[in-house]
């Protein structure tokens, strides 16, 4: 028990340590998934596909409606649907100006051919898929930004085996694609780490970051059960005007 003990205080000294977790999960999550993927018939990964849309959309929903709900006095009542119009509506006019999705998409073709993979028609489509559902939300980071200032990867370990489950039950539909989403993981989770004590006053825009995050993992969910319909990449320019938001004067 002490070893243990002493390991795990060891690594509260090592900023970045709940991001390499994280990844190394999802890593696990896609050789699981090819493993039990090659038993699964086309009508089996088709059901798991919406199950998994169907389970994302949940962890969207519950985000969000933590986000817009409050209880006052006995009573519940929701808001912050401006919030919702003025971070989502400008962000996808960023989004598609910048064409984000497209940027995805090519990394992921490049990927798709340096991996050895060209042949695969789903890689592009399960790493973007993928990426998109464990890149966005305010878990990652608010995570990495613990890691970082505090050497506290708890809530990236909670993440890492979230993670690992949707993971493994997408590569079972969508491919070997979905295990390169540790790659983005690995990045973005990293970058904020390191950029922590920089952005430390963001902490003060977490409810925004968890209520816009959460929309947008929500969308990812939408794709998953009824095709892909919606650019959700084109709609991350959403969270940083959320941050934004939060250092505006006034309440929005």
Request: net charge positive.
């Amino acid at each position: 028990f002490r070893r243990i003990r002493s390991h795990f205080m060891w690594g509260e000294d090592m900023p970045g340590l709940g991001t390499a977790i994280n990844a190394a999960a999802i890593l696990l999550g896609g050789i699981g998934g090819l493993l039990f993927g090659r038993l699964l018939t086309e009508r089996h990964q088709d059901t798991l596909t919406k199950a998994c849309g169907i389970c994302v959309l949940f962890i969207g929903i519950g985000g969000a409606l933590e986000g817009m709900l409050s209880v006052d006095g006995g009573m519940v009542s929701s808001g912050r649907s401006i919030l919702i119009i003025a971070c989502i509506a400008p962000g996808a006019l960023v989004g598609e100006t910048l064409n984000l999705e497209g940027l995805f998409q090519r990394f992921g073709k490049w990927l798709k051919i340096k991996t050895g993979n060209a042949k695969d028609k789903q890689f592009v489509d399960g790493f973007v898929t993928a990426s998109l559902t464990v890149c966005i939300g305010a878990m990652a980071i608010i995570g990495a930004i613990q890691d970082g200032l505090l050497g506290d990867y708890s809530l990236l370990v909670t993440k890492a085996v979230l993670d690992f489950i949707i993971v493994l039950i997408m590569t079972c539909s969508l491919g070997k694609g979905c295990m390169f989403s540790a790659i983005p993981v690995a990045v973005c989770q990293g970058s904020v780490t390191a950029l922590a004590g920089l952005l430390k006053p963001v902490m003060t825009a977490l409810a925004n970051l968890a209520l816009v995050g959460s929309i947008l993992i929500f969308c990812v969910g939408l794709n998953l059960v009824w095709d892909k319909r919606i650019r959700v990449a084109n709609l991350l320019p959403a969270v940083a005007i959320a941050v934004i938001v939060a250092f505006l004067p006034f309440d929005i």
